[in-house]
């Protein structure tokens, strides 16, 4: 009903705009959930394996970035309906996490069941109370989202990232992979995220803007680097899930490998160029997509002049540490494909074809 999107036309546009509360109320819930156990098990793990499906995959593999950055442990990360039928290599030193905004994903359900079968220990990163996962995991660690009603993900997501980043920060500082102060520093910067999503859901009106003058391309590339790579998968899931426009994310490095090929006056390319220290990378890509006619979109940090002269439009974000753009950078592209769907009269919440929670395998 209207009433529970409070005012908001859909209940995507509601959850992503609850997200400064989410991810602020899914920091604030994180330290309670740990305990001495779980962080001897991950301490000690030679391996871990992230396995989920859809947008929670995504979080993965940003997720692996952060592990394999502050707790030097190796990561895979594997789509669920791939890992369960691969041969597994377990022994009691691997851990599994699998993250599942409903923890009712079959895929991601069984991987789990049979990796912990083999000696595996399971740990679940979840956003509703009480489902299958939470209880078939030896941990849980919650998302503190509510209900999350669009099938597309977008809060569960963003939370999902800060969990990760929670939990790779903890057992760095529990391996002393890190130092006491980087620690401390990023955890006051992290507190500060809240209010930076708040200012880019400012702008709105710009990002539907940018929204009306791409949506009647046929395709479009989303190029990124590094951990803002997996946000451009996720920008192109996004934007195929609810308008049904053919979108590809790619890693900006890899584009002379191929998509360069599709590059043509009339292919938007989103490309994510905060100002990290692969930024003068993502220029040179931006330099070869302009070269070739196509047309850019920048997410770039507030500040950057220079980047004006090279692209179509841009949309700005705060600054902030170079490890925790990913979780900025998702938001502009969440209303973007939010608004072009919109505008293009697709039923946002109810995608067709799709399902909130896939329960088959
Ligand atoms: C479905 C939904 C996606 C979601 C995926 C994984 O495909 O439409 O939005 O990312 O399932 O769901 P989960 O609940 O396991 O995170």
């Not at 997200?19 to 604030?28: E, F, M």
């Not at 999350?148 to 969990?163: C, D, H, S, Y």
């Not at 990760?164 to 006491?180: V, Y």
């Not at 179509?312 to 925790?324: G, N």
Request: a negative charge.
């Amino acid at each position: 009903s209207a009433a529970e999107k409070a005012g908001y036309k859909h209940f995507m546009q509601k959850e992503i705009f609850e997200q400064p509360r989410t991810v602020a109320d899914t920091i604030s819930g994180f330290s309670s959930q740990i305990n001495e156990d779980l962080y001897n098990t991950v301490v000690n793990a030679d391996r871990i394996y992230i396995i989920a499906c859809g947008t929670s995959y995504h979080a993965g593999l940003v997720g692996k970035f952060w592990i394999e950055k502050f707790a030097k442990i190796p990561v895979e990360v594997d789509y669920a309906s791939e890992y369960r039928y691969r041969d597994k290599i377990i022994n009691d030193k691997t851990v599994i996490i699998g993250i599942s905004q409903s923890g009712e994903t079959a895929d991601t359900r069984f991987a789990l069941i049979d990796a912990q079968k083999e000696g595996a220990k399971t740990i679940g990163i979840v956003n509703v109370v009480g489902s299958s996962l939470s209880r078939e995991a030896d941990y849980t660690l919650y998302t503190y989202c509510g209900p999350e009603i669009g099938v597309a993900a977008t809060k569960t997501f963003t939370a999902q990232l800060i969990v990760l980043l929670l939990f790779a920060l903890e057992l760095g500082l529990k391996k002393n992979t890190i130092t006491k102060d980087l620690y401390e520093d990023l955890q006051q910067k992290i507190l500060s995220i809240p209010s930076k999503i708040e200012k880019i859901l400012l702008k709105e009106k710009s990002i539907k803007d940018i929204a009306y003058k791409y949506m009647n391309a046929s395709d479009f590339l989303f190029l990124g680097r590094n951990i803002n790579y997996p946000i451009a998968l996720e920008g192109a899931l996004k934007l195929k899930e609810i308008s049904y426009i053919h979108a590809e994310g790619y890693p900006a490095g890899e584009m002379k490998h191929g998509p360069i090929a599709l590059i043509d006056d009339k292919l938007p390319v989103v490309a994510l160029a905060p100002m990290d220290k692969f930024y003068e990378k993502m220029i040179s890509n931006i330099q070869e997509v302009k070269a070739r006619k196509g047309k850019l979109i920048a997410v770039a940090t507030e500040g950057d002049e220079n980047i004006k002269e090279l692209v179509d439009d841009i949309i700005y974000i705060p600054k902030t540490e170079d490890e925790l753009y990913p979780i900025l950078t998702v938001v502009p592209l969440q209303l973007l494909s939010y608004h072009i769907a919109t505008l293009l009269g697709k039923d946002v919440d109810q995608p067709r074809n799709l399902a909130k929670t896939v329960t088959v395998e």
